[in-house]
């Protein structure tokens, strides 16, 4: 007779307790930007609404930003670091291929031999990570969760391409995910569209940098206008999606927090989804750059900062990006 298995348990819901952040020092205007790429600020911020990014320096590494932004989140949530049972880093740029870089960050943070691994999910990444979380303490195999979204993309973008070198940038943020009595992450709908996997992307496999003469860091590439007509619309009804699942009506909704990928990009989702003018929309995008992974936590956590979002209310995060992939969920900010 076989032996009958004693079911998972976990709590019946999960929210976010602390968020946390990190932003390089380095800022780079446009102006530095601009004679590679033949290009003007007034054309950037018209096309991305961007006039600054930060770069990280040598000593900035992912690992560095990662532990920083999470050091910042665990304070705010009231979690020793050993309490954490996961840690789950979402990143297109940490160049080694193994091992994980989420080990290196569990065991610099001190969290007792906590489970740990990455996820490539591009920009949609934090998102992802977040839902696994979620789904992790209402399923037993963790009470808290660190989630990680951190990109070095100046790393990986070729600053003499007209198309990318003013759009990415490089930093962290982190939050915590524990057992709640109420529910306060809604469920997520995400997906990918891979027919259109060549949109986004690196622009070499490692085989051909390797086989060429003068061997180049392989860069990212996109076609913009077609992941701009793709993100302006399709997201606009997965953000839908994600409200009408979590029970939410756009005008019960204080906080939209969407990818920072472009100014543009974010006004026609909003206005797509039919936003009443009292939601508070996230626009980081303008001094941060977009940060691919981290844009979502260093977004929310600016919001925080200057008062645009507050401790309880109800925000819709919603990411897009390389795959395609894409994710979204409501979320009561810590």
Sequence with gaps: MSAALRPPSGSPHARLWGIGS???????ANA??????????????QRTGIRERRFASPE????????????????????????????????VSHLLQTPAV?????????????AAFDISAACAGFCHGISLA???????SARHVLVIGVERLSDITDLTDRGTAFIF????????????????????????????FDLIRTREDWRDVLAADAPVMPHLVMQGSAVFRWASFTMAKVGLQALDRAGVAPDQLDCFVPHQANMRITDAMARAMKLPETVRIARDIAEQGNTSAASIPLALDRMLAEGDARSG??????????????????????
């Design 22 to 28: 990190y932003r390089p020092a380095r800022v780079v």
């Design 32 to 45: 530095e930007l601009v004679e590679a790429i033949d290009s003007s600020d007034e054309w950037i911020q």
């Design 60 to 91: 900035e590494t992912v690992q560095m930003m990662s532990v920083a932004a999470s050091r910042q989140a665990l304070e705010r949530a009231g979690v020793d670091a050993r309490q954490i049972d996961c840690v789950v880093v979402a990143t």
């Design 102 to 114: 989420a080990t290196a960050i569990a065991h610099e943070l001190g969290t007792d031999q906590a």
């Design 134 to 140: 979620a789904d992790m303490v209402r399923g037993g």
């Design 169 to 196: 940038a490089d930093g962290a943020g982190a939050a915590v995910v524990g057992p709640s009595d109420e529910p306060g992450i809604g469920p997520v709908v995400w997906g990918s569209d891979g027919e259109q």
């Design 313 to 334: 209310d109800t925000a819709l995060l919603i990411a897009f990006g390389a795959g395609l992939a894409y994710a979204a969920q409501v979320v009561t900010v810590p």
